[in-house]
């Protein structure tokens, strides 16, 4: 069975195709859609895509960051302004997937890749869906419901303080071996002192998720061994690790607060 590209100018137009033929999928970069198709889902008969250049810009105004949902990861490396975000751009595949991988796409991502979206959501991300800006925890939780059929357009979010966003991808094969564990922070101190803190997982449930006990449990402290045990004591609260190819969900709940104590001490 061939499959149908339907090109519109829009992404109105595109949305509202996508609504009403429940056989149709956006295509972005296509590194997961198309691998689809070429595996055998027969679950959609046409690729839907959008060719409104606004959707593969980004903009900076007032400390605040718009990038279009078609934007790839290769565009994030290649701009100084997001110089912070460039190790989780660079997570995402290699060369040749980075200039194909959107970040609409990355936010539909099933684990152990969505390395983007943890970052979007220790950057405390919202997500414009066809003109309604959203959380992005809330996106990601409704993407196989409410936000299942429509189009991304942009995400949108505060450019980080200098030296406040980390992030850091646990893989068994170097440079680009799928994620054994994803984690992003966005920390903020004051003498020393971590005044917020917004902490996400990859690979710990069957979405990226926001770690809010693990945030609790870093403001007020210090960001030392001893200002962090609780954190780490508290590190898998609310986390139902996954289990694939890459690694067991024991073995990822195993690791996790090593890295995440290397993440925060680093």
């Excluded at 590194?31 to 810009?57: H, M, P, Q």
């Excluded at 073995?251 to 996790?256: A, I, N, P, S």
Aim: hydrophobic share 45%; net charge neutral; proline share 5%.
């Amino acid at each position: 069975m061939g499959l149908l590209l339907r090109t519109f100018q829009t992404a109105d137009e595109a949305s509202a195709t996508l609504k009403a033929d429940h056989a149709s999928r956006y295509l972005g970069g296509g590194t997961l859609l198309v691998r689809r198709a070429n595996e055998g889902d027969i679950s959609f008969s046409s690729y839907v895509r959008v060719v409104d250049k606004a959707l593969s810009e980004i903009s900076i105004a007032d400390g605040r960051v718009r990038v279009g949902a078609s934007v790839t990861m290769a565009q994030i490396l290649a701009s100084t302004e997001l110089s912070p975000l460039g190790p989780a751009a660079r997570a995402v595949g290699g060369p040749a997937i980075r200039n194909m991988a959107t970040v609409g796409g990355n936010l539909h991502a099933p684990p152990p890749y969505g390395d983007f979206a943890v970052a979007l959501i220790a950057l405390g991300a919202l997500v414009d869906f066809d003109g309604r800006e959203v959380p992005v925890t809330d996106f990601l939780a409704g993407r196989d419901g409410v936000f299942s059929s429509g189009v991304i357009r942009s995400v949108s979010f505060a450019l980080p303080a200098e030296g406040s966003f980390r992030f850091a991808k646990v893989s068994r094969v170097k440079p680009k071996g799928t994620a054994v564990v994803t984690i992003a922070a966005v920390i903020e101190e004051d003498s020393g002192v971590i005044t917020s803190a917004r902490v996400a997982y990859g690979c710990l449930a069957d979405r990226p998720i926001r770690a809010k006990v693990v945030e609790g449990a870093l403001v007020g402290k210090e960001r030392s061994r001893d200002g962090i045990a609780e954190a780490l004591a508290v590190a898998h609260e609310g986390t139902t690790p996954i289990t694939d190819a890459v690694a067991s969900a024991w073995y990822r709940g195993e690791v996790l607060p090593v890295h995440l104590a290397r993440l925060l001490l680093g």
